[in-house]
T-cell receptor, first 114, second 113 residues
Framework: GEEVAQTPKHLVRGEGQKAKLYCAPI?????VFWYQQVLKNEFKFLIS????????ETGMPKERFSAKCLPNSPCSLEIQATKLEDSAVYFC????????????FGPGTRLLVL | QKEVEQNSGPLSVPEGAIASLNCTYS??????FFWYRQYSGKSPELIMS????GDKEDGRFTAQLNKASQYVSLLIRDSQPSDSATYLC?????????????FGQGTTLQVKP
């Protein structure tokens, strides 16, 4: 597609429950990025993929967060045993390549952990 | 010290004025710099990208980059109420080019009619 698609738009989970978010990058884009936006403006890089391969996972809290990009499927970000501080908007972005290449952002998934 | 710093504002300017938004970054190896606009409840939208020292103009927007001073700015000429939003400075992390963007905390701009 021409836009990055993210589902669901909103997700509510009780503390300790699992949350799974999905992202379909723009067709033809090889790179997918996940960012977490907490408290309105604090963006944090989580992980990036080059096609189905993890490219940079330096931002991932590894004990509870995992992500995948499988062929012919939307990419996913999964949080096991959610905590209150996981409440945030999770944005997915995609780009054709790296470097001087715009990252196009999806509409985000708003996760609320109660 | 944060890796990318912006004044959170709000920056308030009258309609038709020039709005000046500033950003400093700590990693001297950074090579790519972006300004995104984010309306409340929406996703970031790219306004400008800049990679070389100097000015880059696009319509009412001018980005300025000074790598020696580790400073990036965005000027908005003839500000309109529709420009009221949060402006995010994003820096491509380091010289190894992984595509990872480090964001500042954003500057809220209010353009008053």
């Amino acid at each position: 597609g021409e836009e990055v698609a993210q589902t669901p738009k909103h997700l509510v989970r009780g503390e300790g429950q699992k949350a799974k978010l999905y992202c379909a990058p723009i067709k033809g884009h090889s790179y997918v990025f996940w960012y977490q936006q907490v408290l309105k403006n604090e963006f944090k890089f989580l992980i990036s993929f080059q096609n189905e391969n993890v490219f940079d996972e330096t931002g991932m809290p590894k004990e509870r967060f995992s992500a995948k990009c499988l062929p012919n499927s939307p990419c996913s970000l999964e949080i096991q045993a959610t905590k209150l501080e996981d409440s945030a908007v999770y944005f997915c972005a995609s780009s054709q390549s790296l470097g001087q290449e715009t990252q196009y952002f999806g509409p985000g998934t708003r996760l609320l952990v109660l | 010290q944060k890796e990318v710093e912006q004044n959170s504002g709000p920056l308030s300017v009258p309609e038709g004025a020039i709005a000046s938004l500033n950003c400093t970054y700590s990693d001297r190896g950074s090579q790519s710099f972006f300004w995104y606009r984010q309306y409340s409840g929406k996703s970031p939208e790219l306004i400008m990208s800049i990679y070389s020292n100097g000015d880059k103009e696009d319509g009412r927007f001018t980005a300025q980059l000074n790598k020696a001073s580790q400073y990036v700015s965005l000027l908005i000429r003839d500000s309109q109420p529709s420009d009221s939003a949060t402006y995010l400075c994003a820096v491509g992390y380091g010289s190894s080019n992984t595509g990872k963007l480090i964001f500042g905390q954003g500057t809220t701009l209010q353009v008053k009619p």
